[in-house]
């Protein structure tokens, strides 16, 4: 038995040449980074020391900038030397 409506037809060919798992596997999140082959992994992984390198990447910049802006040390900034 064949609908009337063209659109339902076309759903149904879309349904029946995409298998479940073609639709499962687009809906996933990618397993790897966008930037390299690892794993996205909590503890001593290659990942999570490529993560925390960035971060402290960051942090180092921001200090130096902090320090040329105010012309002071960052120490002194945060008020933990007199």
Avoid at 5 to 21: A, G, I, R, Y
């Amino acid at each position: 038995m064949t609908p009337n409506n063209p659109e339902l037809s076309e759903k149904q060919d879309v349904s029946e040449t995409s298998s479940d798992s073609e639709l499962v596997a687009e809906n996933q999140p990618p397993r790897h980074s966008a930037t390299t082959e690892d794993d996205p992994a909590f503890g001593w992984s290659g990942y999570a020391e490529r993560v925390n390198g960035r971060f402290a990447m960051i942090g180092f910049i921001s200090i130096l900038i902090i320090e040329a802006l105010s012309q002071d040390s960052f120490l002194h900034w945060v008020g933990l030397l007199p």
